[in-house]
Each structure stands twice: as C-alpha cells, then as structure tokens.
C-alpha cells in the first residue's frame, strides 16, 4: 500500500498550470463591471437619487426613507442583470475575516409565485443572528441583538451570484462589534483634526482624507500536499518539518521567474480583482520559497480595506481552482520568512495636497514638516498601543524573530529628513530654519523654501515604521490581520497629535507670535521630546533591543500583556476624547483578543498533541521495532550492530520525551481552563501551554531526520514549498 503522502507528492507532481481564459477587452473595459459605483448608479437610479446618495457619500447627509427605496430598487436591477439572485449585508467582524448571511430575492407573493424583492429598509438596516460574533461581553446571549448597516461611502459588488452590501456591526446599545465602526470614526477624527492644522497654511482645504495602500504577502502551497498536513488544515501552519536542505540561503526565489502555475492563478486572481473594482498592479516573488505579494495603487483607507478583507476571501477561491491553498498565516513554515501586510499610510487634502510629500513653496514645506513631526510624535506617544494594534497569536511569531520587524515600534526617517529635524532642533530661539533644493540648509529670516527633494532610494527595510518618501510604511502588521484595526490606532493617534499641536500653536498666537513662528516653537518641542522613537539603524539586532529599553520604548515581547495597551489611562483617554472608543468597547475588544489568544493556542495544542500521538510515535515506533529485529537477529549472527542500538535508543529517547511532554501539555491545558479571567487565562496558555511546542517539536523533527523515508506519514518541507 502506498501511503497518503507520496500519492499526494504524485498528485502535486501532476498539476499542471490551469488555462484561465484570457480575459476579453483591457482592463479599463472590465475595471469594475461587479461593483455599483457611480457609472452604474448613474444609469440604474433616477437623477434625482443619484444625486441625494451623492451627497451622502461626499457630506454624510442622511438618506431619507423614499431615496432609500430608490437606491435599493436601481441597485436590486443592476444586480439582477449582472446575475445576482441573493444579496447579502457584508461585514467584518472581531473574529477575523467577513460574515455574510445570504437572502434570495425573490420572496413569495401570496398568490403561488414569487417576486424579485428589495426595498430601502433591507438595504439599510438588518439583524443578522449575531450571537455567535465576538462581543467581549457587551451582549448577553439572551439579548443577542446587533444590526448591520449600510455604509454607503464604499461600493456595493457582486461576488459569484451575491450582491454584498458593506455594512457595519453595532450592538442594539451602540457599541461596536466589528472593525469599520471605528474605523470610520477614526478616518473622520483625522480628517477634522488634519483639517484645522491645514487652515493654517491654506483656507482652501475642506477635507483630510486618509489613505492606505496596503501590500499582501502570502504563501502558495499545492492542495494535494496541504490536504496532508492536517496542521496547515487546521491551525494555517506547520506545527513541525524539519528544514529542508534548500530553502531561502540562495534567494533565488525574490523576483526570480515566476512558476507557471503561479501565474496562471495570479492572472486568474488579478481579472477578479479589477472586475471588483480592486485596482491591484504589482506582483512579484518575495524572499521565500513559494512566498508572493500583491500591492493595489492606494485608496481611502476605509475602500482599500474593505478591498483587502474582499482580497483575502478571492485569494482563498482563486486558488482552489488551480489546485492551491493560500496560507495567510504569519509564519507557516519554522526557518523561513513569514508574511506581512505592508500598510503604505498618508494623508492628503481634498485640494489634492500630499501632506506626507514634499512641497514646492515655502508654506508648504513647512506643512510638510508639520505633519511629519505630528506622526512621529504620535507614533512615539503611542508605540505600546501601535505595537498591540498589530500583535495576535499568529504574529507573534514574526514580530522579534530576526527576519521581521522586532517587538519594538520605532521610525526611521532617512539622512534627509532626519537632517530638518536635527537642525530645526539645533536652531537658536530668534531662528527660523529654510532648506532648499538639496536640502542645504539656510538659516533667514522667513523668506522663501524652494522645493524640497527627497531621495527615495533612501530605506531601511529593518524599520516597522518607515517613512519613504511620500507616505510611512506600517510594516509590522500581519498577514492575515484586518488592517483596520492598525489604521484606527493610527489615525487616531495622528487626530489626537494634531488635536494638541493646534491646540499649543494657537495659545502662542493668542500670545501675540505670528503664526509661522509660533508653528515652528511647538515643532521645536516635539522634536526634542519624540526623538527616543527615531531610529535609523539596523532594527534586527541585539543591540537595539537594549538601546529600545533605555530610551524608554515599549519593549514587551508577552502577546497576551501587549494587548493591555489598549486599556491604558492614557489610551482609554485618547479614544473617548476624539470619540473613537468607549470604554466599554475598549474592554470588550481587549477581552475578545486574550480570548481568540487562547483560542488560537488552544487549537495548536491539540492539533501538536493529536499528530504526535497519532502520526509520529507510532511511526518512529514501528521503525524502531524494524530496527530492534534486525539488531536481535544480529546478535543472533555474533555480527556487530553498535550503531543500531545507538539509532533504537535515540529514537526511544525522542518518542518517550514526545509523550511525556504530550501528557504534561494536556494536563496544562485542562488547569488553564479552569481558568475565569480571561487575561489570566490567555497568560497560562502563554507561560504553561504554549511552550511546550517548540519542545515536543525539536524531537518530531530529529525523528524526521532519521525514520525511513518510505514510513514517514507528514509531507516534508521540501515536498511543500518547492512548486514545480
Ligand atoms: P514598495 O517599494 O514598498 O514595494 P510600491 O511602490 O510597490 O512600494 O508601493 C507600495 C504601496 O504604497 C502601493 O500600494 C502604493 O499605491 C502605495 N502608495 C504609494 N504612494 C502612497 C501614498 N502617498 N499614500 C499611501 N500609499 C501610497
Ligand atoms: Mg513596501
């Protein structure tokens, strides 16, 4: 009999690029033909509706009840034409990825038949059951009542036969439940804040949007050999492999060509994309085998996340059609890279003023320079919550291992601008600092700035948090996060920043200082006292991790303890002022994320525990008993056999410590359920559960390294990451 794995090696052997039709017209013909955006809703709602729902989604007003109706019917017409037969309110709750509960629309009539119906109070308002959503608390289960509502301001698509409509999720008592309530309290808290500090510079500006141009990395492996690995099945990553003798040392695989049946599904993904409006554009290999990303242009955060969490459930379908599995866990593989979410951020003024680039005049530098300083002090006022913004289960094991960002949220902000900040730092009080051009520095009166260049090649790549160019890079978010939660931390440290800096400026100018004077003192003081989170150096090494800790920098590395950043004085303060949290909802969410923490180790405890027990011992048993005959029939022979009592007595070791340790860990599991606190609960899966994996693992892979080949059960590393 063969076993599973070589037919499943065999399977993964013999798949074979798929011929995905080449899509018909360019992209500019395709380019979000799934999405109701304004060519469709111009030609499917009157002018009238067209242009209340315009107006909404420009100024908030709100729709009346007939106009809802309107909407609802022009959007149920289009839907129907472009082959939807449900609809769906789509929305992202705490748990991770998107929810949807699909109603058909056609509805009986009462007379034996059924009609096509949709009416602007389903398109509104609905209560999905909501009980089985994370809460956190803020509902009884016997109160489960939560709504979904529309937000108008990002698009509703159609995806196989189902018309999504974005939503968010509150409770009936207005907490929020999902990621997008927040989030677009966040976007509007930035706006007004960047808004005010706009006016100082130009009156003109009505508006601050925030943007997010988000790059995904994730792993491809074949479906054949996923199916085998019951740990990839059901945690999203390798619980155990030994290394595979090949892996990334050559980095022949970083913009390397790229296999054949990858670009096939990358093609087949990207024409998704564009009919979904998503405007994806590069893709290249990454660091590790079977590593790719995929980057759109940039968009207003709140499109652009919604496009990613569409993304990430594309991706998974997409996939299964060329006989892959998408991994978006962090780290699926020990000893290779893992993945992120690069969260390319900016703001930028509805006059279409880059507040993150460079300008051209004088007043605009000096705004540049503003709101640079202003992100950089919120940054560093916030790095402990930025930092558990991003952490989870799964990220842990990217975070401050040394191929990704470390534990520790700094800036770097390259030669160039670090020089402005240094001098305007350096300036005598009576000074007022001008660079030009090539960023020599002039010390005037005010008088003119020419433009001011950046040289873009200037990076480090060992940054979480890097400015390059014209925007910040969030490196340190994960993979599989929902990268709202990074954005509204973001934006609300940013909204609270520039809260203050106004705040300072206009008392100094209600002091008689001129404006641009009283602008340039309060930036003065920032920079002096954010200077601790600038860092220009090497972030994965050792050294900083100490020089982190003395400048006074969040440098927990205990997921469960970094989520209590959330709940901090200072933070709970932040939120409530700019309206963004309560604290009730901040406790809630905190509660949720110790309780998917334990979730998360509780899975991978059972599924170690399972795959020893099942798969390894008995296997490296059945190899040692191979051995032991043959050793006994040796001896038998009076012919030496040393070396095979060494082999049965190291893989007695291994298999013996293997069930021990699966004992100790099960027993550790049922104390820490007894548990009530959750946080105490989530600490005891840290310190008492999750430990021992890296233990039971070192021995599973040291059977891997010397059990027969022809027995092992699991496929290898380099069956799994190697695609032909
Ligand atoms: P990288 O060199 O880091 O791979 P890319 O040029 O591929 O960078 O861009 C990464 C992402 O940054 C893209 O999604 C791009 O649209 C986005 N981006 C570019 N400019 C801005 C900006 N001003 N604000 C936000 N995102 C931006
Ligand atoms: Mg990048």
Redesign the pocket.
């Known amino acids: 009999m063969t076993l599973l794995r070589f037919k499943m090696v065999d399977a993964a052997l013999n798949h074979r690029a798929v011929d995905v039709a080449a899509p018909e017209g360019r992209p500019s013909d395709y380019f979000g033909e799934k999405v109701f955006n304004r060519k469709a809703m111009r030609k499917y709602l009157n002018k009238q509706t067209y242009e209340a729902l315009v107006d909404t989604i420009e100024n908030g007003t709100p729709l009346t009840r007939e106009v809802a109706d309107g909407i609802a019917s022009g959007m149920r017409q289009w839907a129907l034409e472009h082959g939807a037969d449900h609809y769906t309110h789509w929305f992202q709750p705490l748990t991770g990825g998107t929810a949807e509960k699909h109603d058909a629309f056609a509805e009986p009539d009462g007379k034996g038949g059924v009609l096509e119906e949709f009416s602007g109070k389903l398109l509104i308002q609905q209560e999905p059951d909501a009980s089985s959503f994370p809460n956190g608390g803020i509902r009884n289960t016997f109160e489960a009542r939560g709504y979904s509502a529309w937000d108008p301001t990002s698009p509703a698509f159609i995806v196989d036969t189902t018309l999504c409509i974005p939503t968010v999720f509150i409770a009936y008592t207005g907490e929020a439940l999902d990621y997008k309530t927040p989030l677009l309290r966040s976007i509007s808290a930035v706006d007004k804040a960047a808004t005010e500090v706009c006016r100082y510079f130009d009156k003109n500006v009505n508006r601050v949007i925030s ?5 995904q990395e994730y792993f491809l492996v074949d479906e054949s050999l996923w199916a085998a690995r019951p740990d990839l099945v059901l945690t999203g990553r390798t619980l155990m492999g030994h290394e595979s003798a090949k892996n990334q040392q050559l980095e022949d695989h970083y913009f390397g060509a790229i296999p054949l049946r990858v670009i096939a599904f990358m093609k087949d993904l990207e024409y998704e994309c564009l009919k979904l409006g998503i405007p994806v ?2 893709r290249h290999n990454e660091v590790a085998p079977n590593q790719f990303e995929l ?4 968009e207003e955060v709140n499109l652009a996340n919604d496009h990613n969490q569409l993304l990430m459930t594309v991706m998974d379908k997409v996939s299964r059609r060329h006989h892959f599995r998408v991994l978006l866990h962090e780290k699926p593989f020990k000893g290779v890279n893992g993945s992120g979410k ?1 969260n ?3 703001l ?1 003024t509805d006059t279409g003023v ?1 507040l ?2 460079p300008g051209r005049t004088t007043m605009e530098n000096l705004q540049f320079i503003t709101f640079l300083v202003n992100v950089v002090s919120a940054v560093y006022k916030h790095n402990g919550l930025l930092k558990a913004s991003v952490m989870s289960a799964t990220n842990a094991h990217r975070l401050g291992a040394h191929e990704a960002p470390p534990a520790i949220i700094s800036t770097f902000l390259g030669a160039q601008v670090s020089a402005v900040l240094d001098k305007i730092e350096e300036s005598r009080s009576d000074e007022v600092i001008r660079f030009d051009a090539k960023s020599v520095f002039k010390m005037s009166g005010i008088s003119r700035i020419p433009s001011l260049f950046l040289d873009n090649t200037d990076r480090n790549r060992t940054s979480p948090f890097a400015f ?1 160019g ?2 910040f ?1 969030f490196r340190a978010v994960g993979s599989s996060d929902n990268c709202a939660e990074a954005m509204i931390v973001l934006n609300s440290a940013v909204a609270s920043e520039l809260t203050e800096f106004k705040r300072e400026v206009d008392m100094r100018i209600e002091a008689g200082a001129k404006k641009e004077k009283a602008i340039y003192e309060v930036l003065k003081n920032m920079i002096k006292a954010c200077k601790p989170i600038r860092f220009d150096g090497n972030g994965y090494s050792d050294e900083w991790k100490e020089e982190a800790a003395r400048r006074g920098l969040d440098c927990e590395t205990v997921t469960p303890v970094i989520f209590k950043r959330y709940l901090d004085p200072e933070t709970v303060k932040m939120f409530g002022d700019l309206g963004i949290y309560t604290e009730v909802e901040l406790e809630a969410r905190t509660e949720v994320k110790w309780e998917t923490y334990v979730k998360k180790i509780q899975i991978e405890a059972r599924v170690l525990g399972d795959l020893a027990m099942n798969h390894i011992v008995p296997i490296a048993s059945k190899y040692e008993s191979v051995l032991l005959d043959k050793a006994y029939k040796l001896k038998e022979l009076g012919m030496p056999s040393t070396s095979d009592i060494e082999l049965i007595k190291r893989i007695q070791d291994h298999t013996a410590a293997i069930q021990q340790m699966t004992i100790d860990m099960i027993e550790a599991r049922k104390v820490a359920n007894k548990i009530e606190s959750m946080y105490e609960k989530a600490m005891a899966y840290h310190d008492t559960v999750e430990v021992y994996f890296e233990k039971i693992r070192k021995h599973i892979d040291r059977l891997e390294e010397v059990v027969d080949d022809q027995l092992w059960t699991l496929p290898k590393y380099r069956e799994l990451l190697f695609i032909k």
């Open positions: 943007y997010l141009g988000w790059e554009k590069t980057a759109p242009v940039y690069h390319n951020w900016s930028g880059n993150l680039g390059t014209n925007r890079e």
